[in-house]
């Protein structure tokens, strides 16, 4: 596909393909019912599942969690009366790690966990060439895109790859990570019998049986029919009680993020991708989780445990009966959302997933400039950091 200038959207040139194409930047709070119906739809119809890109999760974090607003909320779309074809929040940066390059990049907060846009499944390709062809021609954008956690060879990997590849300018993957992932057709026994050593299971059983004699144990899932409020404020107290509250690195911490996050777990329930789990003892939490379902994947959000009870492993026991999502019929995988190398997750999940960080140059000759520059600086920089390695495993 070759894309050439077409007519100005917001003031600035978008390239068009086979069909006439606009790109608009949107205002989240401020959107039509039509629109906010359109991306509600999408999210069911993309490529690549992702609850950070979805309505009731951005709206919510753009408007609490980005109170600079340096995030546009930018949508590609088939003409002004087609189709929403792709949806990505975009930020200008000033710095590329310890470099002073100015460049675009794929906006997240931190407590969200993956990157990826949500595109129309058939039109990766034709989203990344559209949105690079918009970039070319914005004025704040500059040097390059840089699309962090993608699903390294995913559909919207190799689509953004292929992408550069037509403008005459190779990608490149600057960073790799792996967590934990839950994919697997085993029921959830077998699962857990192949994936925990048989010790181990020894052990988390002494462990339950200790839990049961300090009185009544309960496993409880989140209930449709239930207020999601209970549940939040209980979920917010655990995790302040515990190493976070003292960091200072709860939800709890930050009323900005507090409101985000209950926000976020409330419109989750009304979109009905809500999932949250609790051990109890004596009806008080010592462990819960938040899921969110987005078939066919989901996403393991957030997981707290009372640090009193950690000799009874609480949270792995949790986890445990969190591997019934191996038998929901819309769900494939489950993200585990964790840390590369998550000491918990790692033992309990024997699939992962491998994301990329990568780097689109964009068209005009200063932007390739620099883009060629800082891929030189990166490759010296890997060359001495690999060589610095070896030396230091000589003897």
């Not at 062809?133 to 790859?161: I, N």
């Not at 959000?301 to 492993?313: I, L, M, N, P, V």
Request: hydrophobic letters at 45%; proline letters at 7%; a neutral charge.
């Amino acid at each position: 596909m070759t894309v050439h200038p077409a007519f100005p959207v917001d003031g600035v040139p978008v390239p068009s393909g086979a069909a006439p194409l606009c790109v608009r930047v949107v205002d989240p709070l401020a959107l039509s019912p039509e629109l906010a119906a359109a991306w509600d739809a999408l999210a069911a119809e993309a490529s690549e599942p992702n609850p950070f890109v979805e309505r009731w999760c951005l709206q919510s974090a753009l408007h609490l969690l980005d109170p600079d607003r340096r995030a546009r909320l930018v949508m590609v779309m088939g003409g002004s009366a087609g189709p929403l074809i792709g949806v990505m929040p975009l930020a200008r940066a000033e710095r590329y790690g310890r470099l002073p390059i100015r460049h675009v990049t794929g906006w997240a907060h931190p407590n969200h966990f993956l990157g990826t846009p949500l595109v129309r499944a058939g039109f990766e390709q034709l989203f990344w060439s559209i949105l690079l062809g918009w970039c070319d021609a914005a004025r704040w954008a500059q040097t390059m895109l840089h699309a962090p956690r993608l699903t390294e060879d995913g559909p919207l990997h190799r689509a953004l790859v292929a992408a550069a590849d037509e403008r005459g300018g190779a990608a490149r993957t600057v960073h790799r990570e792996e967590r934990a992932l839950l994919e697997s057709n085993l029921s959830a026994e077998a699962y857990w019998e192949a994936a925990v050593r048989t010790k181990k299971r020894k052990e988390l059983r002494r462990q339950a049986n200790r839990l049961a004699e300090e009185g009544a144990v309960a496993f409880r899932r989140w209930s449709a029919d239930e207020a999601p409020g209970p549940w939040i404020d209980a979920f917010l107290a655990l995790e302040a009680r515990g190493w976070k509250g003292r960091a200072g690195s709860a939800l709890a911490c930050d009323g900005g993020t507090e409101a985000w996050f209950r926000a976020i777990v409330g419109a989750a329930a009304e979109a009905g991708k809500l999932d949250m789990r609790a051990l109890d003892l004596d009806g008080r939490p010592l462990a819960m989780l938040v899921n969110f379902l987005c078939p066919p994947g989901g996403f393991s959000f957030k997981t707290a445990f009372d640090e009193d009870y950690a000799r009874f492993s609480p949270g792995v026991l949790l986890q445990q009966a969190n591997l019934d999502l191996l038998a929901e019929p819309r769900i494939a995988w489950v993200d585990s959302c964790a840390a590369p190398g998550h000491p918990m997750i790692d033992s309990v999940w024997r699939e992962r997933r491998r994301l990329v960080w990568v780097n689109a140059p964009l068209a005009g000759r200063a932007d390739r400039w620099r883009f060629a520059a800082l891929t030189r600086a990166e490759d010296l920089w890997r060359r001495w950091k690999g060589a610095a390695a070896d030396k230091g495993d000589q003897p």
